[in-house]
């Protein structure tokens, strides 16, 4: 059984505050929810908390391929550089969120924060491109690693069919979403213990980087800035590749009403978990390069494996298994924040109805994850994957860059907010300037692909007039959409 949402706006904004369709009492208003509603459930720790930001942002890429940022910056010692310089500005884009998840508590992140600054068209606009492209094409892209990988030991002898590839993904994608329908509890504490398998197999190879380093194994570190010179595209192509690899930093906004005391574990949890990725990461960098050149690395397929095939022997047959279970949490990360997106998009009526539905005993949004199950599929047998990612990567940068420059909107447009995180100006103007230039740059360096995005992009704007706006539409349409 399924029943409405008992929880709603928190904001006193004038777009949100009492335009949720006008059936749900606001969280700050002092009203009480309807007895008999359901409600989220608010199971996140400061430890889940953690677990779901970082378990979402190490994925597959630091494990397998970590060469984009050394093919555009030309020498280790930029590279490394890159990775740190990436790390904090991924951090300050963490404190941005930090702010207006304990300003604004409600959940939905990128949506709500938008909604609340710039008003719907653009909230849906986000969400629209969100639930048709880029969280299905996303899901599948990080769940065919973890098949790749998960089978990796099993045929160490010989190519994986694709197929087998495929339908072990298959099984992998409805395991999450049957996990993220049948609770919240379980799906974080296998989060957590996710988590800790990543963080495993990052010293696994941080270890034995450091035992090198205090041999000697220092040849690949000398003359670190000689190397091919980084071109003028080159290094802000390098700094996409790394805010890529650190993106997921903005998962537990996702979730803020399902947050234990927000006001204290939101920040807590972004910095403790940006601090610990940017050290990982850095540090797994220059393990690397205690053992494999830079040639060598660019030639590599999965950087990891290779790593652990020159000093562990045989027991670098566990690094897929690491790496496998590494995109299993990311893959579980994802589905657990966005659907909450597209529940809070539903409650706020910019997707049919059913979605802001909870079940009555599992307190899950069961609708709004279910809903990515089939658009996963489709995308997962079907859709050319990487070059759709390449066609809408730039639109998570320009909305995030959007919302961090709703945060400065916001401190003129409402300066009595109450703000218990409030960060200097400056950092939110910094990063919302880098995301910005980074889709400029993507226009001018990759017309085709963006051009293509940025047209799919803009299709959410006749969309917003037909499903929102017009108000005339035929009772079979209005059924179809739950109204």
Known sequence: MLRKAAVTTVSNGSYLQGQANGRLPSMDSG???????????????LLRGISIIIGTIIGAGIFISPKGILKNTGSVGMSLTVWTACGILSLFGALCYAELGTCIKKSGGHYTYILEAFGPLPA???????LLIIRPAATAVISLAFGRYILEPFF??????????????????????????TSVSWSARIQIFLTFCKLVAILIIIVPGVIQLIKGETQHFKNAFAGN????????????????AYSGWFYLNFVTEEVENPEKNIPLAICISMIIVTVGYVLTNVAYFTTISAGELLLSKAVAVTFAERLM????????????????GSMNGG????????????????????????HVRKHTPLPAVIVLHPLTMIMLFNGDLY????????ARWLFIGLVVA???????????????FKVPLFIPALFSFTCLFMVALSLYSDPVNTGIGFVITLTGVPAYYLFIVWDKKPKWFRKLLGK
């Open 31 to 45: 009203q009480p929810a309807q007895e008999g509603k359901v409600v989220l459930k608010k199971k996140v720790t």
């Open 124 to 130: 849906f606009v986000r969400v629209w491109v969100e």
């Open 156 to 181: 160490m002898q010989c190519e994986i069919p694709e197929l087998a590839i495929k339908l072990i993904t298959a099984v992998g994608i409805t395991l999450v979403m049957v996990l993220n329908s």
């Open 229 to 244: 010179d980084a071109s003028v595209m080159g290094l802000p192509l390098a700094f996409y590749s790394g805010m890529y």
């Open 313 to 328: 022997g045989n027991f670098s047959l566990a690094v897929p298994v690491f790496v496998a279970l590494s995109c299993f």
């Open 335 to 358: 589905i657990f924040a966005v659907s909450r997106m597209f529940f809070v998009a539903s409650r706020e009526g910019h997707l049919p109805e059913i979605l802001s539905m909870i």
């Open 387 to 394: 070059s759709l990612l390449n066609f809408l990567s730039f």
């Open 406 to 420: 709703g945060l400065i909107y916001l401190r003129y447009k409402r300066p009595d907010m109450p703000r218990p």
